[in-house]
């Protein structure tokens, strides 16, 4: 079946712009994550959300960060003022419900000019 | 000092050899964890998921955990050159708190 699917794959922007990240999770999991990797780093969590709800927010930096899940199925996570230590690559996940295994996408890779 | 320490590598091996990757860890609460695989440009694909102490094989790939002694490895028996990939350990804490805490990764290469 279908993975976790994030769009878009590479995304480049100057500093201080706007960018929105889409992800679609696995169809049926009700639990999504976001987390961000920085070069030569494992992932490190961002936020997560059980159905619309955002459960945990504790990871994200700061408030230009913001995610959104509407509906409980696809979520988007949006960065204010962007700025060059923003550059990551930002992973998506899903879980069947929350504490269930993570299943990730392969990424939107963000550059900041 | 963070709270899962991975040694990077590289690590080089012939095809055929028993490999052995591990992470320490400091946090006493972590309770389940997890190995993925992470080939270039891709995301983290996961490969083992254990809760507590012991042992659990799936193929040519054991996890063990060590919750005494804060340690957890992954062997591969048998490596292939498909094996050539970043491997990240990852754990959490138990019911309520789902935020995974990944190490580094140790890239490996498995020379044919």
């Known amino acids: 079946g279908a993975g976790v699917s994030q769009t878009p794959s590479n995304k480049v922007t100057e500093k201080g712009k706007y960018v929105e990240l889409r992800c679609d999770p696995i169809?049926?999991?009700?639990?999504l994550y976001w987390y961000r990797q920085s070069l030569g780093q494992g992932p490190e969590f961002l936020i997560y959300?059980?159905?619309?709800?955002?459960?945990?927010d504790s990871g994200l930096p700061n408030d230009r960060f913001f995610a959104v899940r509407p509906e409980g199925s696809v979520s988007t996570l949006k960065i204010q003022r962007t700025e060059r230590g923003d550059s990551a690559v930002y992973l998506c996940?899903?879980?069947?419900?929350?504490?269930?295994?993570?299943?990730f996408g392969d990424g939107t890779r963000l550059s900041i000019l | 000092q963070k709270e899962v320490e991975q040694d990077p590598g590289p690590l080089s091996v012939p095809e055929g050899a028993i490999v052995s990757l591990n992470c320490t860890y400091s946090?006493?609460?972590?309770?389940?964890f997890m190995w993925y695989r992470q080939y270039s440009r891709k995301g983290p694909e996961l490969l083992m998921y254990?809760?507590?102490?012991g042992n659990k094989e799936d193929g040519r790939f054991t996890a063990q955990v060590d919750k005494s002694s804060k340690y957890i490895s992954l062997f591969i028996r048998d490596s292939q050159p498909s094996d050539s990939a970043t491997y990240l350990c990852?754990?959490?804490?138990?019911?309520?708190?789902?935020?995974?805490?990944f190490g580094k990764g140790t890239k490996l290469s498995v020379i044919p």
């Open positions: 996940a899903s879980s069947l419900a929350g504490g269930q295994p993570q299943h």
């Open positions: 169809s049926g999991h009700t639990a």
């Open positions: 959300f059980q159905g619309t709800g955002a459960a945990d």
């Open positions: 946090n006493s609460a972590f309770q389940y």
């Open positions: 254990t809760y507590s102490s």
């Open positions: 990852a754990m959490r804490p138990g019911a309520g708190s789902y935020q995974l805490t």
